[in-house]
């Protein structure tokens, strides 16, 4: 595919990915193939690229005869990092945020116990070199910069946990950690307590502290969704 190629395929896979999980479409909607390719101005062989993709993501199923039909919200691969980003740009996003934000409470916890553990000299080393440069960026709004080392701090921490299932859940809270930041919902500067216990968590992990670990990881997912009660409630 070329990069035109590739672009239109972006494009149209998010207006509809967008559209379905924002529930433009509800279940049981046929989109008809010749109406997406007239309505996007593109080929029907970018739509049905579109389509396998949306059919891997079971957000919906080819059926012969019938086209195109959009499945219930209980069938969604609703761990793709995709459809965590298209519902949080939706209308539902605070209820999504409470969702996958209690699904961290219950996993990071456990896997950072682990990665006390289990961690490697270097994945201890990057673990700290990821929460100094937290600190550089918790101040003077650079929520981006932040972003960037919160996501690689959570990324190690699910790694050196050693549990391959705990390692896969790193996009997904990438995700999460995204739509926080460019959806607003975090302070212009991160709270300097949750900042605090990132360091903390770091030497921790180096230390080999499981218990400390855990216990600093409940903070840490105790005070954002405390923050979710403020700014998405």
Known sequence: MTTEGRGLHTQVLDTLGLAITAGDYPAG??????????????????????????????????????????RPTEEWNVYDPRVIRWRLAGADRPRQLRSLTVLRSAIEPVAASLAAVNATPEQCAALT?????????????????????????????LNASGNEMFARLGDVVAEVLAGRTHHHVMFDDPDPAAVTLHVQLAEAVREGDAARAEGLTKQIAAGALEELDVLAP
Do not use: C, K, N, P
């Open 129 to 157: 070199r990821e929460a100094i440069g937290m600190v550089a960026t918790s101040r003077g709004h650079q929520l981006e910069g932040y972003l960037e080392h919160d996501i690689a701090f959570h990324r190690i921490v």
């Open 29 to 70: 909607s046929v989109l008809r193939t010749d109406e997406v390719a007239q309505r996007f101005d593109v080929s029907r062989t970018v739509v049905r690229e579109v389509v396998r993709v949306l059919e891997s993501m079971r957000l919906v199923e080819s059926r012969r005869r019938v086209g195109v039909t959009v």
